[in-house]
């Protein structure tokens, strides 16, 4: 099965893109824009959660979709070196699910008190006939700290592990797995519907010089690599990926495509010219990281033979 089966056409998603980036302006990083005001470079970043949420309404999990909401655009923006400051949110749901909103606020709070940050605003809207559960999207501001530096060959990239699907792939997640069934040693819902880990160390490893340039793994895969890269290509093998995963692939879903679609263990992956140390600090930090490849002249990007 492909994500297309599951109504995501990502070649058509790509072409939407390509259109919007017509309207852009700003100063331009791998993930965000941003403008100068005042001395200081200010950058704003849109991300939602996306169909994660119908099934956390399903196992009674909405604080999740509020955590993730901000997790997700937190760990966008760290890899253009900005730390995120503030932030808004948009929770839309149907008729009869008021209460789930209550719960995505708590769940918002929660992360921007662990991101110390503050949420200035959003807007809460019940939408008959529009919205058939719970969309849930937030926007952050965010100011520079850090400079991403570009990668040469021989770089190493390293991988700091996910929690889990993070936020992408669920269109496809809800065809092949049912939250009630058992999996990788537990419940599909405790296996799948952990929050997404929160990246934010990676700007204080980039402050100090480890990072030189920083992936999230997220929509589209390891595709997102070749951001970090900046036209250099890479060896990667990522060793054995998680049960999870493993499954995923058990399955039915072609290899080239899981790894299109999701983060196959690896969250964040991180490019560097001093790995031993990198590996540390990040452990040091809390995140489980290791060595997964290295950084070449030219070629394409290389994910356990999948070529990006």
Same mark, same amino acid.
């Given at each position: 099965?492909?994500?297309?089966?599951?109504?995501?056409?990502?070649?058509?998603?790509?072409?939407?893109?390509?259109?919007?980036?017509?309207?852009?302006?700003?100063?331009?990083?791998?993930?965000?824009?941003?403008?100068?005001?005042?001395?200081?470079?200010?950058?704003?970043?849109?991300?939602?959660?996306?169909?994660?949420?119908?099934?956390?309404?399903?196992?009674?999990?909405?604080?999740?979709?509020?955590?993730?909401?901000?997790?997700?655009?937190?760990?966008?923006?760290?890899?253009?070196?900005?730390?995120?400051?503030?932030?808004?949110?948009?929770?839309?749901?149907?008729?009869?699910?008021?209460?789930?909103?209550? %719960?995505?606020?708590? @769940?918002? =709070?929660? +992360?921007?008190?662990?991101?110390?940050?503050?949420? /200035? *605003?959003? &807007?809460?809207?019940?939408?008959?006939?529009?919205?058939?559960?719970?969309?849930?999207?937030?926007?952050?501001?965010?100011?520079?700290?850090?400079?991403?530096?570009?990668?040469?060959?021989?770089?190493?990239?390293?991988?700091?592990?996910?929690?889990?699907?993070?936020?992408?792939?669920?269109?496809?997640?809800?065809?092949?797995?049912?939250?009630?069934?058992?999996?990788?040693?537990?419940?599909?819902?405790?296996?799948?519907?952990?929050?997404?880990?929160?990246?934010?160390?990676?700007?204080?490893?980039?402050?100090?010089?480890?990072?030189?340039?920083? %992936?999230?793994?997220? @929509?589209? =895969?390891? +595709?997102?690599?070749?951001?970090?890269?900046?036209? /250099? *290509?890479? &060896?990667?093998?990522?060793?054995?990926?998680?049960?999870?995963?493993?499954?995923?692939?058990?399955?039915?879903?072609?290899?080239?495509?899981?790894?299109?679609?999701?983060?196959?263990?690896?969250?964040?992956?991180?490019?560097?010219?001093?790995?031993?140390?990198?590996?540390?600090?990040?452990?040091?930090?809390?995140?489980?990281?290791?060595?997964?490849?290295?950084?070449?002249?030219?070629?394409?990007?290389?994910?356990?033979?999948?070529?990006?």
């Amino acid at each position: 099965m492909r994500y297309r089966d599951a109504g995501v056409d990502l070649d058509k998603q790509r072409r939407l893109h390509q259109l919007a980036a017509g309207l852009l302006g700003g100063g331009v990083g791998s993930y965000v824009r941003w403008l100068g005001l005042g001395g200081v470079e200010v950058a704003l970043h849109v991300d939602g959660v996306g169909t994660k949420t119908i099934w956390l309404a399903e196992a009674g999990r909405l604080e999740v979709a509020g955590w993730d909401c901000l997790a997700v655009n937190i760990n966008d923006v760290v890899c253009d070196g900005f730390r995120a400051v503030a932030a808004v949110d948009y929770v839309a749901v149907a008729p009869g699910m008021e209460e789930a909103a209550s %719960a995505v606020l708590r @769940g918002l =709070g929660e +992360a921007a008190g662990r991101a110390g940050m503050v949420i /200035l *605003g959003g &807007e809460t809207a019940i939408l008959p006939d529009l919205v058939k559960g719970v969309d849930v999207v937030c926007t952050v501001m965010a100011v520079r700290e850090a400079a991403p530096r570009r990668p040469e060959p021989g770089d190493y990239v390293v991988g700091l592990e996910s929690t889990g699907p993070h936020a992408n792939g669920y269109s496809l997640l809800r065809r092949l797995f049912k939250l009630d069934e058992h999996i990788c040693g537990g419940r599909a819902a405790d296996v799948l519907l952990r929050p997404v880990a929160l990246y934010d160390g990676v700007l204080t490893l980039m402050k100090e010089g480890l990072v030189k340039s920083a %992936a999230h793994i997220t @929509g589209g =895969g390891f +595709a997102k690599l070749k951001r970090a890269l900046h036209g /250099l *290509g890479a &060896e990667v093998e990522l060793g054995r990926v998680p049960c999870w995963a493993e499954e995923v692939l058990r399955r039915g879903v072609p290899r080239e495509e899981a790894y299109r679609v999701f983060n196959m263990g690896v969250g964040m992956a991180l490019v560097t010219d001093a790995p031993r140390d990198l590996v540390r600090r990040a452990e040091d930090l809390g995140y489980a990281a290791r060595v997964i490849g290295r950084v070449k002249e030219g070629g394409p990007v290389a994910v356990d033979g999948v070529v990006f």
